[in-house]
């Protein structure tokens, strides 16, 4: 539930928040939530962080699953490897060729340019969710031994490198954060599977509490994403504040576990979570491209700007939106959607070091579509060459059985297997 509800938000908000106007060959982009007290939306849209700690939860359950059935820790990283990069490699060969397809058509080059960066931007997840799925085995070791010291830890570097941050004045001074917030609000997933996650109402009173001292009394902006022209982000790198709202929402969802569970029983709703969950890395990764297609025959197109945010126009209109890039994103998963689990492969026998060579591979691929896009040159080949590279590393030279495919331990299960995520 945590995870199909974390990423229909994410979807929802992608498509929602943009303000986007056309004229003299120049896409202009604004933030919905920039607006009023839009920021009070972003901490409950804002839902990495229950991301990070459903795949914490997750990722413990599958690692000792298959430690039950004797996969060693570089067979099953090789598995959740192949799952999570695989699905990547439709969206490399769309969008490589696509910005010159429609600068050679005549499309105006800036919004091109911009769709092309944004179309990238999405892959920042799957290279930090990449770096969490890696330590699984050894930050699992930490957790039997410290438990709690563990995540606190990780909280105590964060504040330390905010300390930093903001008495330097430099941001790149808070990158560690990217590593040590998302890796503590997964170490707290572990502490889920464990059932050793307790008090959750303190956890949420205690997190979005603290959250609200921080951006009331510190340099902490109140928005829990970036915003336009911001001096200050709260997401990139993240802060101890987007943390702290992070423990608040973790706190809320275990509060209500009772009735989550009860309402993922749901005959109606069984079935959507069942449909969601086999097609999360799809929905993900080309929602955008839906939303560039609506924009560009809406916006380039037709010239309708978007309406003021808040507006009656902007209120009547955003289900209408919705629908539309719902209709847009159907072909997308029904074209894609195969490509959510890897091609059928044997069980992998190549060692630690190849599969960390693959996995820094892939990582260094998906970081570099994340800083440079799909903007025509250089960068953008070499990217998806390092993720095709690692993508190589895992295989197997055995093939797995008929009608199997590959598994997130490194055995051959059969279709259907859940999504990496």
Known sequence: MLRVFGMVLVVLQ?????????????????????????????????????????GGAANAISRRNAARRGDATPAWLAGRLRRLAWPVVPLVAVWLPLPHLLLALGVPEQPVMTASRLAGQLL????????????????????????????????????AVDALRFTSGLDVAGLPNIALVWL??????????????????LLALGGYGLGAALTAL?????SMIGMPGAPVSNMAPPTVA??????????????LRRSIVSLAGWPGVSRALGWAGDR?????????????????????????????PGTPAWLSGWPHWLLVLALAMWPLVRGFARFEAPPATGPYTGGTVRVLVAAALVGLGLLTLTVTGFVPGTAPLLGAGAIVAGLALTSSSRPAAPGTLGSP?????????PSPL
């Open 184 to 201: 503590a609000v997964h170490q707290l997933g572990f502490l889920y599977a464990d059932g050793r996650l307790g008090r959750p109402w």
């Open 14 to 54: 992608h498509w929602s928040m943009p303000l986007l106007s056309f004229a003299d060959g120049r896409i202009s982009t604004g933030n919905a939530l920039a607006a009023g007290n839009g920021w009070m939306i972003t901490w409950v849209s804002q839902v990495m962080p229950l991301v990070f700690f459903a």
């Open 409 to 417: 331990g490194g055995r051959p299960v059969a279709a259907g297997a």
């Open 218 to 222: 510190g340099p902490y902006p109140l």
């Open 124 to 159: 920042w997840f799957l290279a930090v969710y990449l770096v969490a799925v890696a330590a699984t085995a050894p930050m699992l070791r930490l957790n039997m031994v410290y438990g709690w010291r563990v995540p606190a830890a990780l909280a105590a570097g964060a504040v």
């Open 280 to 308: 999360m890395m799809t929905l993900y990764l080309w929602h955008m491209s839906a939303l560039f297609v609506i924009v560009s025959v809406v916006v380039v197109g037709l010239g309708i700007a978007t309406p003021e």
């Open 242 to 255: 987007l943390l702290s709202v992070g423990v608040g929402q973790i706190g809320l969802a275990l509060a």
